[in-house]
């Protein structure tokens, strides 16, 4: 199953609703891009929707933590949503899920980011 | 996850060359090998060679889990062997054969009454497993790469490094349980 984005705006944070594989290659290729597109555009508060990914590998994992870095470098803050229950586990054994904000509503998500 | 279409595909494809199978599931068929019946169920066993490409990642991530359903791992337990395995195969596509076309992965799986041990080695200029970083100390924790090792080792019960000429070899050992079909 290809990977697939679908960005939104609600209340100036951008929602991309991932779907699909986060793995090496076009995966990761395409979260990379997304986000990068994203602020490119001058998004500073992004979330993350994870809640079709149906399977990440390490590549997908340094992909969220790069997206995450950028994102927070250039002073903005970056969130995730929805998390599976693989990606959780992956985020758990990887000691990531507390580096990550992680949220499970999306109103809740969205009123988090820093006005 | 395999077509019966497929078959012939793969074989008339020169990529995929043919080692040794002495299994009989629907993963013999697709990578073409003769199905030969085992005098223990329990024991089964498959090896093959694939060029250095994401595709061959893709299809050693599929045959894992093939197997490792057959072996009667749970469906928790299934997808961790397959990542791990898939990891190995990254390891051997990127790290040690660099995306050389000249160079090729062969992998095996072979399923016992005690365990599920998997053999993933390349051609590349080998590697040293005690010098990679650990993902999980705080100056790596923010790293964008350097988990494949750790997750592999996280998944499976056993893991050893092999150094060939040249090349890596990577084995994988899960350990089957009493409550498992033939274990």
């Known amino acids: 199953m290809s990977m697939k984005v679908k960005t939104r705006q609600v209340d100036g944070v951008t929602i991309l609703d991932l779907s699909g594989r ?72 990887t000691k990531l899920y507390t580096v990550f904000d992680v949220k499970d509503d999306e109103a809740a998500a969205i009123a988090s980011f820093t006005k | 996850m395999f077509r ?23 993963a013999a068929r697709h990578f073409g090998y003769a199905r030969n019946a085992l005098p223990d169920s329990t024991t089964s066993r498959l090896s093959f060679t694939l060029e250095s490409s994401l595709e061959s990642v893709n299809k050693v991530e599929q045959v894992a889990e093939e197997f490792a359903t ?3 791992f749970d469906e928790d337990t299934v997808p961790h062997i397959a990542m791990a395995v898939r990891e190995a195969a990254v390891n051997a596509v990127i790290h040690g054969n660099s995306y050389d076309a000249t160079k090729h992965i062969n992998v095996s799986f ?3 009454a005690s365990a599920l041990t998997v053999h993933v080695s390349d051609e ?3 590697l040293d497993p005690d010098s990679i970083p650990d993902p999980l100390a705080p100056e790596n924790i923010l790293r964008g790469s350097g988990r494949g090792i750790f997750l592999i080792r996280a998944f499976m019960d056993e893991v050893h490094f092999r150094q060939l000429q040249p090349g890596t070899e990577i084995i994988l050992i899960k350990n089957r349980t009493a409550a498992q079909p033939g274990a």
């Open chain 2, 110 to 112: 072979e399923t016992t």
């Open chain 1, 22 to 93: 986060i793995t090496l290659g076009e995966g990761s290729v395409t979260v990379r891009d997304a986000v990068r597109d994203a602020v490119a555009k001058g998004s500073n508060k992004i979330l993350l929707n994870l809640g079709e990914i149906s399977y990440i590998d390490s590549s997908g994992i340094g992909e969220l933590v790069s997206a995450f870095t950028t994102v927070k470098n250039g002073g903005g803050e970056l969130k995730l949503l929805n998390l599976t229950k693989k990606v959780h586990d992956l985020l758990q054994i």
């Open chain 2, 70 to 72: 057959k072996a009667g």
């Open chain 2, 4 to 26: 019966a279409g497929a078959t012939v595909r793969c074989l008339d494809n020169p990529r995929w060359r043919k080692h040794t199978a002495n299994t009989g599931d629907q």
């Open chain 2, 124 to 126: 590349g200029r080998g």
